[in-house]
């Protein structure tokens, strides 16, 4: 939530009003809205939502959602373009992060070298899965090849698995 403030908060759209049977009301109106802090927290971490009928995948994509929010925020103008703010929002980061060998020049760096990237062609995935097990833990169970697939495209720069590639 941190991270989501120094930004000055980032916008989410919801269908309804989000109401989670565990966290009670995260976002009393449906429709376009900035959050911050604890809302913000609240509607990543809703997981018994009432409009929703999937647990953790309704997570999941919201989570996708707010990260590509969170990455388009990031990458406007008003902060890629702002040193003083773009410093602030590394050195959050960095200070509220569990990472390794990541420091606020690092991120700087990141940022400097993602200019000019449009947030709309930044593509989230889930790992592919099989159901889930059958020893009451509900894990969900991988399908290994599928992700092997999966990471594979990635590290050579190929259209991910499903996807048709880019015309040129």
Known sequence: SKM???LGGVEVCSTTPL???ELG????NAGRQVVEGHTALQYVRARQVTTEFNGDYGRIKRQQLFLSSLL???LSGNVISN?????????????NSYVDNVDTESLLNLADSMRGIE???VTFVTIPTS???EDGQNNELPRDDDI?????????????????????
Do not use: H
């Open 72 to 74: 388009r925020s990031t």
């Open 119 to 121: 947030a709309g062609r």
């Open 25 to 28: 009301t995260v976002l009393p």
């Open 83 to 95: 040193p003083a703010k773009l410093n602030r929002v590394a050195r959050t980061f960095t200070s």
């Open 4 to 6: 989501v403030d120094a």
């Open 131 to 133: 159901g889930t097990s």
């Open 19 to 21: 109401e989670d049977y």
């Open 148 to 168: 092997q697939a999966l990471f594979s495209a990635i590290i050579n720069d190929d259209p991910l698995p499903g996807e048709e590639p880019e015309k040129k």
